[in-house]
C-alpha cells in the first residue's frame, strides 16, 4: 500500500499516527505547535489506509492490515533509522504495536487518548459526557454536522476549539473511505495485543482526559507496568480531544517527553 504523508523539519524522525477516521491533520495541528521553537526533528505525518487521501485496498480487512501498512511504509521512509513515535486514540494502539514489533527502533512512545486495555468499545470504563466550560459563540460560523460532532466530543467549547475542531479533526472525519472503514470496525482488535512482548524501557508519554467519553482513562492503568519509564497524565477540563481542550498542558507534556528522549 502506497500511503499519503506530509513532512516538515530536518533531524530526527517523528512519526505521527492519526486517530480513528481522522487524518494526518489532526497530528500535524496537535504537534507543530510543539515542534515551532525546537528544531532538529523531521515530522512526519501519514495517512493510514482508507483515511485521508490514503487509498484502501480491497484486501484491507481489519486492524492487522493496518498495521502491516505503517511496518511496509516505516520500512520505505526510514528503513532502519531510529524514531520517535506518537499515536493518538486508534493510532495509539497501533502505535504500541509498533513499538513491540520495532522496539530497537523507538526511542520514545507517546501516547494521546490511545486505546486503552479494552478494545472493544462496549467494554471499555468511561466516564458520562461531560461540558465543562460551555460557551455558544463557539458554534458560530460551523455547520450543522460540524457543530453536532463538535458539541458531542468537547469538553471546551470555545471559538478557537471549535475552529481547530473543523481544520484538524472534521476534515478528516468527511473524507474517509467508508466501506473500508466499515470493513476494519469487523476485525477491530489485533491478533496480537501490543503489550504482548517484553516491557519498552525507553522514555514514554500516556495522555488520557478526565472527561473522555471515548475511550476513557481508568483502562489505562494496567498499561503502565509494560512501560517502566512512563509519565502517566490524566488530564482535568480535558475529552478526547486532549490537545484542543487543554493545549497549554498538552504542549508541556509533550516537552517534557522530548526531553526525556534527548537524555536517554
Do not use: K
Not at 492487522?64 to 511504509?73: I, N, Q, S, T
Not at 522496539?103 to 486495555?117: E, H, K, M, S, Y
Not at 471546551?156 to 473543523?166: H, I, K, L, N, Y
Amino acid at each position: 500500500m502506497t500511503l499519503h504523508y506530509v513532512e516538515h523539519g530536518d533531524g530526527v524522525p517523528v512519526v505521527a499516527v492519526h486517530g480513528w477516521t481522522a487524518d494526518h491533520r489532526l497530528m500535524l495541528g496537535c504537534l507543530e505547535p510543539v515542534f515551532a521553537d525546537r528544531p532538529g526533528y523531521r515530522r512526519i505525518y501519514l495517512d493510514l489506509p482508507g483515511m485521508g487521501r490514503s487509498p484502501a485496498p480491497p484486501t484491507l480487512a481489519g486492524s492487522d492490515d493496518e498495521l502491516a501498512a505503517v511496518h511496509e511504509f516505516l520500512g520505505e521512509v526510514l528503513g532502519d533509522e531510529p524514531f520517535l513515535l506518537v499515536g493518538e486514540s486508534y493510532g495509539g494502539y497501533l502505535s504500541r504495536a509498533v513499538t513491540r514489533d520495532r522496539r530497537d527502533q523507538v526511542l520514545g512512545l507517546a501516547l494521546i487518548c490511545p486505546i486503552g486495555t479494552e478494545v472493544q468499545r462496549s467494554r471499555r470504563t468511561l466516564p458520562e459526557p461531560e461540558v465543562l466550560r460551555p460557551d455558544p459563540a463557539a458554534l458560530a460560523g460551523l455547520d450543522d454536522e460540524t457543530a453536532t460532532a463538535f458539541t458531542e466530543m468537547a469538553v471546551v467549547q470555545s471559538p478557537e476549539a471549535a475552529a481547530r475542531f473543523r481544520d484538524e479533526i472534521m476534515a478528516g472525519l468527511r473524507i474517509g473511505d467508508q466501506e473500508a472503514i466499515a470493513r476494519v470496525e469487523q476485525r477491530w482488535a489485533l491478533s496480537s495485543p501490543p503489550e504482548s512482548g517484553p516491557p519498552f524501557t525507553r522514555p514514554t508519554l500516556i495522555l488520557t482526559g478526565r472527561q473522555d467519553q471515548v475511550v476513557g482513562f481508568a483502562d489505562h492503568i494496567a498499561l503502565l507496568p509494560h512501560y517502566p519509564r512512563a509519565t502517566f497524565a490524566i488530564l482535568d477540563v480535558a475529552g478526547h480531544n486532549l490537545q484542543i481542550d487543554q493545549p497549554v498542558l498538552f504542549e508541556a507534556l509533550m516537552h517534557e517527553w522530548l526531553d526525556r528522549v534527548g537524555h536517554g
